[in-house]
């Protein structure tokens, strides 16, 4: 059992999302950063689409009711259990009534925390994940508050880490080498989406040589950006159409906006673009005021990058299961 | 009906996106080919390791896994799937003259909740009377599903009570308002934020969330509106 002390600002229970129901209107949500996430599950042996809690902006203070394996990845909230930080990226033991602690995220926007065994809660529609927006899934269809109490099933394994220690925590002496990095330029690549070639080449031009800020507007549904606005859209109206995680869509307010986990399924607005699926997880962690640049790639490239990034997943996935095989625990 | 020709488009690259070439269709026979289209794809749903098959009134979406795609020796998933796919759209069904099913939905149209009757009588010089008799006498089909968990797009409405969607949105409107914007009709799911002129509410819950799939509108199916009062509302 672990206990919310303090919620943080979008604390939630979070998974792969909700699939084969967007076809009745059922938004998928899921983790907004999925490497991060399901890193988390690995750490801990976990199946990589065990449920685990999504905090955003400013992190939860947890208890643990008993001794806890735990994996935190993600933006760095500069965990702490009593004055000693928690490290990141590696398997945790700790101790039955250790408090957590997360602050505001020093690097990167939203991070993960995962429990050996994973939270116990009921599927809702085979999947655990919380739709915020539409009260539905994980705990009570909202984030989490104040008192929350959340069960951890019961693994049959036992485990020891003795590799490194202090009063507070083992934890591994190894650590898996994917902390969120910042980085000078922000370049987000997308597909030219739906709408693209409704822009003339000198709107095309502007939108591809100006540089876009993240607001403070932005939640699970979506990131606002604030740039140069795209007017021609302001009249226009569109017949609704399926929209996907990192459409780049336009209102008719001219601001672009990015959708993401708890986008609707179907949107009447003009869509610009798709950002491709190997710069999500990058793009998610870049918080409020992060200045970005798109440019546009073609299918071909974006293809190659997410087979790459799948390789390297399937690299640190394949390395952490063979550590679990002889010296995980 | 002349079997339509289709094409595909990418929609990111992890989904995409068909669309019917042939300009000529009416939307309600579209509506029919795109969801004709679904229950041929749906049959090799697993096989193909499609997450989602998503109908609108002019296009279909296959989101795909392209992990799977990539673990299997297939570098290019859009490519390979386009490719693929074709030859299992045949459209079988789609000479057989299906009896289209249809539901009548009751509506309490009166002074029980609030809604926007002279709101919108108001804003288009129509009468409550003429509102609420051309809502009811119209024949509508459900075109598709979208914005909210089975909220369901009834059209068109007959176009001397088309009105854009309000400015702002409500917080909460009450699960059963029967709502009009632009060409569609709809019945809120469930207590959310919306921003559709409301005409009045039914007291039938349009889908039940613990069994979605046991929802009262199915796309292409018929729909008329009929008057309540309280009393009957109160017993339904």
């Not at chain 1, 394994?157 to 969120?180: D, G, H, P, R």
């Not at chain 1, 800020?213 to 859209?233: C, D, E, P, Q």
Request: glycine share 6%.
């Amino acid at each position: 059992m672990i206990e919310i002390i303090n919620s943080g600002a979008i604390t939630s229970i979070q998974d792969m999302g909700r699939w084969g129901y967007q076809h009745i209107g059922f938004s998928v949500s899921g983790a907004m950063d999925k490497k991060s996430y399901k890193l988390s599950n690995l750490l801990v042996n976990n199946c990589e689409s065990a449920a685990t809690l999504e905090f955003i902006g400013l992190g939860p203070v947890i208890k643990f009711n008993k001794k806890c394996l735990i994996a935190i990845t993600g933006g760095n909230f500069n965990p702490l259990i009593k004055s000693s930080p928690v490290p990141m990226y590696r398997p945790v033991l700790v101790l039955k009534n250790s408090v957590i602690k997360f602050f505001s995220p020093v690097i990167g926007f939203i991070g993960y925390i995962s429990f050996y065994g994973g939270l116990d809660i009921p599927n809702f529609l085979s999947s655990k994940s919380t739709s915020i927006n539409f009260g539905f899934g994980g705990l009570n269809g909202r984030k989490l508050k104040k008192g929350d109490k959340l069960a951890i099933k019961k693994i049959q394994k036992t485990f020891y880490l003795t590799k490194k220690s202090n009063n507070e925590m083992n934890y591994a002496s190894w650590y898996v080498n994917e902390k969120i990095k910042k980085k000078k330029v922000n370049v987000i690549r997308f597909l030219p989406g739906i709408h693209w070639d409704l822009l003339n080449e000198s709107d095309k031009d502007t939108f591809l040589k100006s540089s876009f800020v993240i607001t403070s507007k932005s939640n699970r549904m979506a990131y606002k950006l604030k740039g140069k606005k795209i007017n021609i859209f302001n009249n226009a109206s569109f017949e609704s159409e399926v929209t996907n995680f990192g459409s780049i869509q336009v209102p008719p307010d001219g601001d672009p906006m990015i959708l993401l986990s708890e986008r609707q399924v179907t949107g009447g607005f003009a869509r610009l673009g798709e950002i491709i699926s190997s710069d999500h997880d990058f793009f998610v962690q870049l918080s409020p005021g992060s200045k970005i640049n798109f440019v546009m790639v073609s299918l071909d490239c974006a293809e190659k990058l997410a087979l790459s990034s799948e390789l390297n997943f399937k690299y640190i996935s394949h390395s952490l299961k063979v550590k679990e095989k002889y010296d995980f625990y | 009906m002349v079997k339509p020709s289709y094409f595909f488009d990418f929609l990111g690259d992890n989904a995409l996106l068909l669309r019917i070439k042939e300009k000529n269709f009416s939307k309600v026979d579209l509506i029919a080919i795109i969801n004709k289209i679904r229950e041929d794809l749906l049959k090799v749903k697993n096989q193909y390791k499609f997450l989602d098959i998503i109908p609108t009134t002019n296009s279909l979406v296959i989101y795909y896994d392209n992990a799977y795609y990539f673990q299997s020796g297939i570098s290019k998933p859009f490519e390979y799937i386009v490719r693929n796919i074709k030859k299992y759209i045949v459209f079988s069904s789609l000479d057989v003259k299906k009896e289209n099913k249809s539901i009548e939905i009751p509506v309490l149209y009166h002074d029980f909740i609030n809604n926007d009757l002279k709101e919108i009588s108001d804003k288009l010089g129509v009468t409550i009377e003429d509102i609420i008799k051309i809502h009811t006498n119209t024949h509508y089909t459900v075109h598709m599903y979208g914005f909210a968990p089975g909220f369901a797009y009834i059209g068109d409405t007959d176009i001397r009570i088309r009105i854009p969607r309000k400015d702002s949105h409500l917080p909460i409107v009450r699960w059963g308002s029967v709502a009009i914007a632009n060409e569609y009709t709809a019945i809120y799911p469930f207590d959310m934020p919306g921003g559709w002129y409301i005409l009045g509410r039914t007291p039938i819950r349009s889908i039940d969330y613990k069994k979605p799939e046991k929802k009262i509108f199915e796309i292409g199916m018929k729909v008329k509106f009929f008057s309540i009062n309280r009393s009957e509302f109160l017993n339904y």
